[in-house]
């Protein structure tokens, strides 16, 4: 289960003295064909997630691709 991503998230830029995750959803396609794709921005910096069935899952995915980049 990766939703823990989130939490992982919040708590290194809260240790790091940065600004709190900033979470969006862009919508793309035709209204029977939409797809959605989470973006989260960190300090002026963005990282997309993979699409998902979910919007809570978009972030869920965003979450996890800044945490594992942050890391680096």
Do not use: W
């Amino acid at each position: 289960d990766s939703s823990f991503y989130k939490n992982l998230l919040q708590e290194m830029v809260q240790k790091e003295g940065l600004r709190l995750p900033i979470y969006d959803t862009n919508k793309s396609g035709k209204r029977h064909c939409l797809t959605s794709i989470a973006t989260v921005e960190i300090e002026g910096e963005y990282f997309a997630g993979e699409v998902a069935k979910t919007k809570k899952q978009e972030e869920i995915n965003a979450a996890k691709v800044a945490y594992k980049a942050l890391m680096e």
